[in-house]
């Protein structure tokens, strides 16, 4: 519990009872943008690619489909991931500053809270240089090297797409693991872990009491003694 | 009768080991947002690839959209929401299922105007898509909240509900 109320200060409950300035982590929210367009340029370069083979399927749904059409959603989506995972690192980081997780819990991987954000910092940071790197030479591939081919893509560049989705299913697994493990900006978490039932607490969202002060008060609905913490040394006690 | 088929339920309360419903959503967030965006810069360029990357994108939501909402509802069921979630719950459901039929029937239209008049977005068809932008992003907000303010699956949300704490 001490790591809630260390942060406490004099925002609204909700606001700081997650750690953050803001109600909702920023960060989760890119990583839809930069996996999902990863993933989706990598897979419209393979069906591209594979294009010969696909024709009498795109005939027989009688969906017009041009290579160089999904060569397009390959490369602009990879530029585009680009971009946004620069914003994907800087929000990570900056939640990861702000983090106060517990450390008495081991992840299903046997690392702790604070291992766990130093491997997916790394992680990010890795990935987005490799994510940079695909995306210049998937344009050296559009642009000079491979103008003239009807292949726009290696198949070195495809493996590497394949072996770097290996790494975010890693990267992945590691960010659930803070958040669904670890509780990390979890606001219910966090209040379980200070021995305030979230049941109470988020109804009362929009007050600007504290944490500290609404244990105090009598409660509004059901039992207050609740969680890991109440035991002798919990706050929640009436 | 299928009981005994499955894993039994660890402490996130899923028989696998992470929510997949989180990660499937990629594919629809992020693939009709960048497909709302390369149509409105299509819009004003008149650049025909972008139009085809604005298509394909949304037809790799629409499909993704109902993989979605098949994890979305396997795991709401095992969500045990106590009650000051349960709302945010319904409504994230309730909108999930329109999003489903709401993004199938714009990408059949755009599969159409794709058909008639290659390159050419109507105007209207971009009022949708500022309209989608809308209904996307407060779904993601529920989604946001489902997990990041209430903890559904979380180990100490979990943990909480089977003791009986947290109702």
């Not at chain 1, 990879?78 to 990861?96: H, L, P, S």
């Not at chain 1, 819990?105 to 695909?134: E, K, Q």
């Not at chain 1, 609404?214 to 890991?228: D, L, N, S, T, Y």
């Amino acid at each position: 519990m001490k790591y809630l109320l260390n942060n406490v200060s004099s925002m609204t409950v909700l606001l700081e009872a997650n750690g953050l300035p803001y109600s909702i982590p920023i960060h989760p929210n890119l990583v839809h943008l930069t996996l999902g367009l990863f993933i989706v340029a990598i897979a419209f370069d393979i069906v591209a690619a594979l294009y010969p083979l696909e024709k009498p399927i795109f005939k027989f749904l009688a969906i017009p489909a041009t290579s160089s059409g999904l060569y397009d959603v390959g490369w602009y989506n990879m530029i585009a991931a680009a971009v946004v995972t620069f914003f994907t690192v800087a929000a990570g980081f900056y939640e990861i500053i702000l983090a106060n997780p517990p450390d008495d819990i081991v992840s299903p991987w046997g690392l702790n809270a604070t291992d766990t954000m130093v491997w997916h910092g790394i992680g990010g940071v890795l990935l987005l240089t490799l994510i940079v790197g695909m995306t210049v030479w998937r344009g050296f591939q559009r642009y000079v090297w491979r103008e003239d081919r009807a292949r726009q893509v290696q198949w070195s560049y495809l493996g590497a797409g394949l072996l770097i989705f290996v790494l975010m299913f890693a990267q992945g697994t590691l960010g659930a693991h803070l958040g669904g493990d670890f509780g990390v900006h979890v606001t219910a978490d966090r209040l379980i872990y200070a021995g305030v039932n979230p049941n109470e607490e988020i109804g009362k969202a929009l007050s600007d009491t504290p944490v500290t002060e609404v244990v105090k008060q009598p409660r509004i609905v059901g039992p207050r003694e609740f969680g890991p913490g109440s035991g002798p040394d919990s706050i929640s006690q009436e | 009768m299928f009981e005994n088929l499955l894993p039994p339920l660890n402490n996130h309360n899923l028989p696998y080991p992470d929510t997949i419903h989180p990660i499937v959503v990629h594919f629809v967030i992020a693939m009709v947002l960048f497909a709302i965006v390369c149509d409105g810069i299509g819009y004003f360029t008149k650049n025909k690839s972008l139009h085809e990357v604005g298509w394909w994108n949304m037809v790799f939501a629409t499909i993704s959209i109902f993989i979605a909402i098949v994890f979305g509802q396997v795991e709401a069921g095992l969500a045990t929401p106590y009650a000051a979630a349960a709302g945010d719950l319904n409504l994230h459901t309730i909108i999930g299922w329109s999003l489903s039929a709401i993004l199938a029937a714009i990408t059949g239209w755009r599969y159409i105007i794709r058909l008639k008049s290659p390159g050419v977005l109507p105007a209207t068809y971009m009022g949708m898509n500022a309209v989608l932008t809308v209904i996307v992003l407060f779904q993601v907000y529920l989604g946001d909240k489902l997990v990041w303010v209430y903890g559904l699956h979380t180990e100490a949300v979990v943990e909480a509900a089977r003791a009986g704490l947290l109702k």
